[in-house]
């Protein structure tokens, strides 16, 4: 059975860090381009992040770039996504995605489709 689990959501301060982990089972993320979505309450979807399963490279929306960094271990069939300096706006269900028919991450690639979905994460950031 495909599927990716999201795990490390929760509640943090205003500045403060998480970590989000993502891990598949039943398939290898190893030749899949993997995305990070968050969808706040009323919003619409929210890529902010994905990394390359040919080269490893990475894409940030401005709204998240130099706080958020996206990184894949292959050997645990993970990828995780760090988050500091985290602002209220941030608050949202964050989601990880994998698809094997994108070879590079990019602002294009966060509005396409993607075939695997975890089920969310809550990240909450208030005082």
């Known amino acids: 059975q495909v599927q990716l689990v999201e795990s490390g959501g929760g509640l943090v301060q205003p500045g403060g860090s998480l970590r989000l982990s993502c891990t598949a089972s039943g398939f290898t993320l190893d030749y899949s381009v993997i995305g990070w979505f968050r969808q706040a309450p009323g919003k619409e979807r929210e890529g902010v992040s994905c990394?390359?399963?040919?080269?490893?490279?990475?894409y940030y929306p401005d709204s998240v770039k130099g706080r958020f960094t996206i990184s894949r271990d292959n050997a645990k069939n993970t990828v995780y996504l760090q988050m500091n300096s985290l602002k209220p706006e941030d608050t949202a269900v964050y989601y990880c995605a994998a698809d094997v028919k994108y070879y590079y991450c990019s602002a294009y690639v966060l509005l396409g489709d993607f075939s695997s979905w975890g089920q969310g994460a809550q990240v909450t950031v208030s005082s």
């Open positions: 990394v390359s399963s040919s080269d490893g490279s990475t």
